[in-house]
C-alpha cells in the first residue's frame, strides 16, 4: 500500500462524510461546512491521482486547486451572506424543501417581512 | 512497512478524524473550531505531498480565512438570535447513511482505478515544465496561472469581485457592528499586533516577490495581508465604514484590471491575447491580484464596503 492510496481512501471518507452532513443537516452552515469537506477531497484526488513529474505533484492541478480555494472562499463568503439574510427574515436558518416559503411566515406565527426587516429597510435607504 | 507509509496514515486518520468531527459534531461552533483544524491539517498534507504552493494557501484561506469568515457569521446569527443560531436542526437518516457510504465507495473506486491507469506519458504538465525556460519563471504553478492558464485567473478575480458584490447587495447597511476582542485595551493585545503586523506584511511581500520563482503568490500573499486585516478589525485598529470610497474599489478591481491589461496589452501590440510580456508584467499583474484578495476577503469578514481607521 502506497502513500497514494492512503490519500485516495481519506478522500473517499471526507467525501462521503460531506455527502452525508450535507443530506442530514438543517442549518445551513452546517451544509457549508459538507460542501466544503467535499471540496476538499475533490481537491486532495486532483493532486494525488494525477502522475507526479520528479517527486513533484504536477504543476497544472496545482493551479487548478490554487483557483479552486479561492473561488471556495468567495463562494462561502457569499454564501453565508445569504444565509445571515435569510436568518434574519424568516427567522432561523433551515431550508425547509417541503414546505412552501411564503407559508413560512404563518407556520412559525410571524409575517414573512417581521418588525426586524421593516426596520432595516427603513434605515438601509438614504 | 516504512516510516513514510506510518505517517501517512496518520496523516490521513486525523484529516478523516477530522472530516467526521466538522460533519458529525453536535454544536455548530464546535463544528467551525474543528474545520479550522481540518485546514491546517490539509495543509500539512500538502507540505507532505510536496504541494507547498498550495500549503501556504490552504493554511491562510483554507483554514483562516473561511473559519474567520463563518465564525463572524455565525456571530451575527448569534446577534439576532441565540437560540435559532445553534439550533440542532439535524434529521438523522438511514437512507443519508446508505448514500453517503456509496459515494464514498464510488469515490473510493474512482480514485483507486485511476491510479492503476497508465498515466500518459504526455501530461499537460509535462508540457508546462517543457516551456517553462522560455517565461523565465521558476514556479512552475505561478507560470501555470499566469501565462500558461490566465485566463482561468482571470476570471477567478472575476468570481472574487462578484462575489463580494453579491455579499455587498445582501448584507444590510445598518448592520456595521464586527465584534472586537473585549479587552483589546490591553498592553499584551497592543504589543501582540505591534509585533505581528510588521512580521504579516513582510512575510506576504516575501511570498510576492519570490512566488516567481519559489512557492508563494498573489494569493498566499493576499491571503495573509487579508489575515491582518482581520487581527485590526478584531482589535479595533479597524473599524468598517458605511460608505464605499475611490481607493476601496480601486483595491477591489485592481486584479481584474491588472489582468485584463494583460490580455489587451498584446493584442495591441499585434499578438495573442495574454502572450508573455516578461517577468515585470506578472510582478506587477501579481501586486495588483494581492491587493484585490487581501482587500475583498477583509472587507467581506467586515461585511462593509470600505474600512476607516478605528481607537489608534
Known amino acids: ?126 | 512497512m516504512n516510516a513514510q507509509i506510518v505517517v501517512d496514515i496518520a496523516l490521513g486518520l486525523i484529516l478523516v478524524g477530522l472530516a467526521a468531527q466538522v460533519a458529525l459534531g453536535r454544536h455548530l461552533f464546535r463544528s467551525i473550531v474543528f474545520y479550522v483544524a481540518f485546514g491546517l491539517a490539509m495543509a500539512v498534507i500538502w507540505a507532505r505531498l510536496g504541494a507547498a504552493d498550495l500549503a501556504l494557501a490552504d493554511a491562510a484561506i483554507g483554514a483562516g480565512l473561511t473559519g474567520a469568515l463563518m465564525m463572524v457569521a455565525f456571530r451575527r446569527l448569534v446577534g439576532i438570535d441565540p437560540e435559532q443560531a445553534q439550533a440542532q436542526m439535524t434529521r438523522h437518516s438511514h437512507v443519508a447513511v446508505a448514500v453517503a457510504a456509496l459515494t464514498a465507495g464510488l469515490v473510493a473506486t474512482v480514485g483507486l482505478a485511476a491510479l492503476t491507469m497508465a498515466r500518459a506519458p504526455e501530461s499537460a504538465g509535462m508540457q508546462v515544465l517543457a516551456r517553462l525556460e522560455e517565461t523565465g519563471l521558476g514556479n512552475p504553478v505561478t507560470g501555470v496561472l499566469l501565462v500558461f492558464r490566465g485566463f482561468d485567473t482571470l476570471i477567478e478575480m472575476a468570481v472574487l469581485l462578484t462575489a463580494f458584490v453579491g455579499s455587498r447587495v445582501m448584507t444590510q447597511r445598518s448592520r456595521l457592528n464586527v465584534t472586537t476582542i473585549s479587552g483589546f485595551e490591553l498592553p499584551l493585545v497592543r504589543t501582540l499586533v505591534a509585533v505581528i503586523l510588521p512580521l504579516a506584511v513582510l512575510i506576504a511581500m516575501h511570498l510576492l516577490w519570490i512566488g516567481a520563482d519559489q512557492p508563494g503568490g498573489a494569493f498566499q500573499a493576499g491571503a495573509v495581508l487579508a489575515g491582518s486585516g482581520v487581527l485590526l478589525l478584531l482589535t479595533g485598529t479597524l473599524l468598517p465604514a458605511p460608505r464605499s470610497n475611490a481607493m476601496a474599489r480601486l483595491a477591489l478591481v485592481a486584479g481584474v484590471a491588472a489582468l485584463s491589461l494583460l490580455v489587451l496589452v498584446p493584442l495591441s501590440q499585434g499578438r495573442p491575447p495574454l502572450a508573455f510580456l516578461g517577468k515585470g508584467s506578472l510582478l506587477f499583474a501579481e501586486a495588483a491580484m494581492m491587493v484585490s484578495v487581501a482587500v475583498s476577503l477583509t472587507l467581506l469578514f467586515a461585511g462593509a464596503p470600505a474600512l476607516k481607521a478605528g481607537r489608534q
Do not use: C, W, Y
Open chain 1, 1 to 126: 500500500m502506497s502513500g497514494e492510496v492512503v490519500f485516495v481512501l481519506a478522500a473517499a471518507a471526507i467525501f462521503g462524510l460531506g455527502v452525508h452532513g450535507l443530506l442530514t443537516a438543517g442549518h445551513i452552515m452546517r451544509k457549508l461546512l459538507a460542501l466544503n469537506l467535499m471540496l476538499s477531497a475533490v481537491f486532495l484526488l486532483l493532486i494525488v491521482v494525477p502522475a507526479r513529474i520528479d517527486g513533484l505533484p504536477d504543476p497544472v492541478p496545482q493551479a487548478l486547486v490554487l483557483t479552486g480555494i479561492v473561488i471556495a472562499v468567495s463562494t462561502t463568503a457569499f454564501a453565508l451572506a445569504l444565509m445571515v439574510r435569510l436568518f434574519r427574515r424568516q427567522g432561523h436558518a433551515a431550508i425547509h424543501p417541503d414546505v412552501d416559503p411564503r407559508m413560512l411566515g404563518h407556520v412559525t406565527g410571524r409575517t414573512s417581512a417581521g418588525p426586524q426587516e421593516e426596520h432595516d429597510r427603513g434605515s438601509g435607504s438614504r
